[in-house]
Structure formats: structure tokens, C-alpha cells
């Protein structure tokens, strides 16, 4: 995860079945880098981000295909 050009470390990255934080699938926290990994069933996701002091989008959908 990124700020602009800056990799933020610390990023809650939640992973969700349901819009407005329903059904909590996965969550992951950034490294140093930016990066976080996971390993979600194939399926819809709503993602959320979360780090005191910054401002995401919330809720953007994603599909995780097989791969």
C-alpha cells in the first residue's frame, strides 16, 4: 500500500464479504515496503484500509479468481 509515492508500513488491510464491514474474510498489516500477503478463497471482496492519520477509499469491491 502506497500513500502517494511512499510505501506505508502498518496498513490494516481487511478483507470483507459485505459492504460497510460485513463479514470480516481476511486481514493482513503492510511491511516496512508496503506490502501484505494473503490467501483468499476465490470469490467477491469489499477492501478497507486502515492507518491513524491517513485517508482511503473505503469498501472498493474485488474478485479473487483462481489462479
Do not use: H, I, N, S
Not at 510505501?7 to 481487511?14: A, F, N
Amino acid at each position: 500500500v502506497k500513500y502517494g509515492v511512499l510505501p506505508l508500513d502498518g496498513v490494516r488491510v481487511q478483507l470483507y464479504t459485505g459492504t460497510g464491514r460485513v463479514g470480516l474474510a481476511y486481514e493482513a498489516y503492510t511491511d516496512a515496503l508496503g506490502v501484505f500477503e494473503m490467501w483468499p478463497d476465490p470469490g467477491v471482496y469489499y477492501v478497507y484500509l486502515d492507518l491513524a492519520g491517513y485517508v482511503f477509499a473505503q469498501g472498493t469491491e474485488v474478485e479473487v479468481t483462481e489462479p
